[in-house]
Structure formats: structure tokens, C-alpha cells
């Protein structure tokens, strides 16, 4: 399996551990489960299930669940288990997937052998990797929005969209709306934010701290402080009217998503890895930090697993990349990115540790061709001799940029341990820069992108 072929990455729930999407087996027939993003099942009564294709299952999916035909688009099947998560094709067999989970976890995993042996994946209704935002902001259809929703709400809750406290108290408000209905004065709303706090808001924003270490941080104060924020949001919810085909709560999901929409990591698929540490201390000892890789039509996002923050953010415009897997050596993807040293421009090189380098290569190769497939084209000539415009395309999304300070979405590029180099015949060498050319040659066009390498100046050389 390659990258194009399926996402693997690191799952973000894994509490759901250990489900089994085959209920019951036959000489010819089989229940097959399948888990919506809230949970909730989909049982299928399926002939043959050895040779159904994950198109066939995903084709009943839809009739069950009488979604629009955009569904089909926006939304695929995925094998999940608490080790690994994979987006099928069309073409994919997922009895025959699931059969060869064990070999998929020791070749895209660091799995022990116990864990490997206890995994067992379950077969999950989600949002498409490859489904462009924008068309997402044209779908009126409430369950498909609610799903939608449902899918981005546990990824905000579990952390794996990192979110700044105001904009965490502004989706919390959100789904206050759609679980509790309109804010009344005379509710008793704090009681119930005070007692699932967790429903409305990441785990590591509900802790309260203890202790006297914990009043050091200030942490004893945070949990009130977050009940009152997300309180406070949840009376400024404004409750507008859907349009004709979209009710009142669908309007509360499609703002919940426009707000996630701001996240540049919104419908990426995410990888686990690990990246080298700056040197730190009098015996500048580095060692690894876990990372998770958020890979998108748009981008690429290197997330610190513990601290919940973005440590890089990279368009692809901005990047090149390649990955190597030496024998006998870790697997590696190299992200190759315009940096500074010192106020000297130089080329930056990141390498990421993982198992899955090989599928996220893939992965962003296969994300630029398809954005480069989308592009409008040039007028061409009819037979007539007259020229025909291009159909015409939406507007890509346009995020607003947060200026807000420390953010989480902001890179943090002083918290990675990067190569820094420009090279000649001569050897690697520090310059100044004029970028022509790059180490790798897998990137974005020239015409489209900006990046390219660090071109060396007899008057400018400093060995390295």
C-alpha cells in the first residue's frame, strides 16, 4: 500500500478500542458495523464479505443513512484502531485490510508484539481527506453537516486540533447551543458546564490543578476561568435563521465549522513521528520529541504531541520534501523550508523520524497533484476558432490570519533542531542568499512555488 492509496496515521480517539466491525460470520453472510463520528452504529447485513469493496459498503452506508449524493464524495470508510488509521479507496477490500492489519502495524508502527496481537480495527464513517474545504461551506444538508460537526468536535475535544482557550470557549458555546438549545438567564447552564466540562471543552483545559506546584502555574484558577468563558460565549450565540433547506441547528454546525475552518489543520490526516530536540543545557544533550504530521490539500503541520502546539507550518508552495529508508536505519521525512540562522538566510532541512515517512512522502505528492489538477485552465480554441473560457471555480477558502500572540497555530520553529546548509561543488557552505535550486527535486512547480535553495557567492562563502 502507498500513499495515494490510503492515509495512515496515528487515530485521535483512542478510547474506542478494540471494536469489531464483523458482528457475526457465516458460510455467506455476515453484520458489518460501522461507526459513525458519534459513535453510533451502522449495521449492514453484507453477502460475500470477503469480496465487497470498500465502494459497495460505503454505497450501502449512504442508502441507510439517506445522505445526498455529495456524500459520496465527502465522506469515506476508514479502518481505525487505537495503532493505526487508514482511509480506504474505493477499490480497497477492508475484509481483506482487516486480515492483514497485524502486517500493516509491523510495518507502520513501532507496535510491540502484545499490542500487536490485542489491536483489531473497526471500520469508521468519516470526512474524506481529499474533499476541498470550500465545497464542504456548500452542502445545506443537516446530517451531512452534523456529521461533519460530530467528526470535528472530537477532534477538537481529544486535542488533535490544537486551539487557542478563546477560540476552545467559542466552539464550547457552540455545542453548549446545539446539546442545551438557546441560552436562557434561568437556566441552571454553569451547573451543567461545571459538571461536563469535558463535553464542551479539550481535556487538558478541564484539569484542575492541586497543590502547590499547581498554584505556582496558576492551574487552580484555569478551570474556573474556562467555565466562565465558555459561559459567557454561549449568551453571545447568535441564533440565526438556515436557509430554506437547512434548519436552525444546522446553522450552529455550519458555524462550528467555519470557526474549525480557521484551523490550518482542519481535514488533514495525521501521522505519528518524532523529531531531534535543540541542544539545551552545559552538555547540550537534545534526545526526541513525539510529534504528530497534519498533511492537507494546502500544507503540511508538524504538531507537538504533549505541549499541543504547532512547531511548523509549511505550504507547499514553501516546501520541498523526500523520504529514505536505509536499511538497518529509521525511516525518515526530510522537509526542506527557507529559515534564518543568526540573520542569515539559509535553507533549513527537518527530519522526522517515523515508519509512515514513506506514506506521508505520498501522501503530499499525490495532495499537490491534485491541487495542481484543480487549478483553472487556459482558454482553449474551439473548433469553431472562437475561444471558450474555463468553467468557472470557487474561491479557495480564505482563512484569516491569527495575529493573535502565541498562538498555537503559529510556528515555533526555535523548538526544532534543524540543518541548516547551503551547498556548492566547494561543500556545505553558509551564504546569502539566491534560491535556484534545491537538494530534492520532489516539490511544487517552479511557476506556482516560491521555494527554492540558497545559491552561493564567491564573496559571500563561510565554511561551515
Same mark, same amino acid.
Given at each position: 500500500? +502507498? ?40 449495521? $449492514? ?9 470498500? *465502494?459497495?459498503?460505503? @454505497?450501502?452506508? *449512504? ?30 477490500? &477492508? ?6 492489519? &497485524? ?58 486540533? &490544537?486551539?487557542?482557550?478563546? +477560540? ?41 490543578? *492541586? !497543590? ?5 502555574? %496558576? ?41 474549525? =475552518?480557521?484551523?490550518?489543520?482542519? %481535514?488533514?490526516?495525521?501521522? *505519528? %513521528? ?9 552538555? =547540550? @544533550? ?119 500572540? %502565541? ?7 526555535? =523548538? ?10 566547494? !561543500? ?32 559571500? $562563502?563561510?565554511?561551515?
Amino acid at each position: 500500500m +502507498d500513499g495515494a492509496e490510503g492515509n495512515t496515521g496515528q487515530p485521535g480517539h483512542a478510547e474506542r478500542s478494540h471494536r469489531s466491525s464483523v458482528s457475526s460470520v457465516g458460510v455467506r453472510a455476515a453484520d458489518v458495523l460501522v461507526y459513525l463520528a458519534d459513535d453510533t452504529v451502522v449495521p $449492514l447485513a453484507v453477502e460475500n464479505l470477503s469480496s465487497i469493496s470498500a *465502494h459497495e459498503l460505503h @454505497r450501502a452506508v *449512504h442508502d441507510v443513512l439517506q445522505l445526498p449524493d455529495v456524500a459520496l464524495e465527502a465522506f469515506a470508510l476508514w479502518l481505525v484502531s487505537p495503532l493505526l488509521e487508514v482511509q480506504l479507496k474505493p477499490k480497497h477490500l &477492508p475484509y481483506k485490510l482487516g486480515r492483514q492489519w &497485524p502486517e500493516l502495524l509491523l510495518r507502520f508502527t513501532d507496535a510491540s508484539d502484545d499490542d500487536v496481537a490485542m489491536d483489531e480495527p473497526s471500520l469508521q464513517f468519516r470526512r474524506n481527506v481529499f474533499f476541498p474545504k470550500h465545497r464542504e461551506l456548500q452542502i445545506h444538508d443537516d446530517e451531512v453537516l452534523r456529521l461533519f460537526y460530530e467528526e470535528a468536535k472530537g477532534n477538537v475535544l481529544t486535542a488533535r486540533y &490544537p486551539c487557542d482557550l478563546e +477560540d476552545c470557549e467559542v466552539l464550547g458555546a457552540l455545542v453548549c447551543r446545539v446539546q442545551l438549545g438557546p441560552y436562557q438567564p434561568d437556566q441552571p447552564a454553569a451547573c451543567t458546564l461545571r459538571e461536563k466540562l469535558d463535553s464542551f471543552l479539550p481535556a487538558h483545559l478541564c484539569k484542575r490543578g *492541586h !497543590g502547590l506546584f499547581a498554584a505556582f502555574r %496558576g492551574r487552580g484558577s484555569k478551570t474556573g476561568s474556562s467555565e466562565q468563558g465558555v459561559l459567557n460565549a454561549y449568551r453571545q450565540v447568535k441564533e440565526a435563521t438556515g436557509s430554506d433547506s437547512e434548519t436552525t441547528l444546522g446553522s450552529h454546525y455550519r458555524a462550528y465549522l467555519l470557526k474549525c =475552518h480557521e484551523l490550518p489543520f482542519y %481535514g488533514c490526516a495525521f501521522f *505519528h %513521528g518524532e523529531v531531534d530536540k535543540p541542544a539545551q543545557g552545559f552538555l =547540550h @544533550r537534545g534526545g526526541r520529541k513525539p510529534v504528530t504530521v497534519a498533511i492537507s490539500l494546502e500544507g503540511v503541520y508538524v504538531i507537538d504531541s504533549r505541549e499541543k502546539y504547532v512547531l511548523l507550518g509549511l505550504r507547499f508552495q514553501e516546501l520541498s520534501w523526500d523520504h529514505t529508508s536505509p536499511e538497518e536505519e529509521e525511516p525518515v521525512l526530510w522537509l526542506e523550508f527557507d529559515g534564518d540562522s543568526e540573520g542569515t538566510p539559509v535553507n533549513k532541512l527537518l527530519r522526522i523520524y517515523s515508519k509512515q515517512a514513506e506514506l506521508m512522502s505520498g501522501l503530499i505528492e499525490y495532495c499537490i497533484e491534485l491541487s495542481q489538477a484543480a487549478e483553472p485552465t487556459l482558454p482553449q480554441e474551439s473548433a469553431s476558432g472562437s475561444q471558450e473560457a474555463p468553467s468557472p471555480s470557487p474561491p479557495p477558502t480564505q482563512r484569516p490570519k491569527l495575529r493573535r500572540q %502565541g498562538s498555537v497555530v503559529c510556528s515555533r520553529i526555535q =523548538h526544532l533542531s534543524t540543518i541548516d546548509y547551503v551547498e556548492d561543488d566547494k !561543500g556545505v557552505k553558509r551564504v546569502k542568499p539566491k534560491r535556484t535550486t534545491s537538494f530534492f527535486s520532489r516539490q511544487l512547480s517552479s511557476s506556482q512555488g516560491s521555494y527554492s535553495v540558497v545559491q552561493p557567492t564567491d564573496d559571500s $562563502l563561510e565554511q561551515s
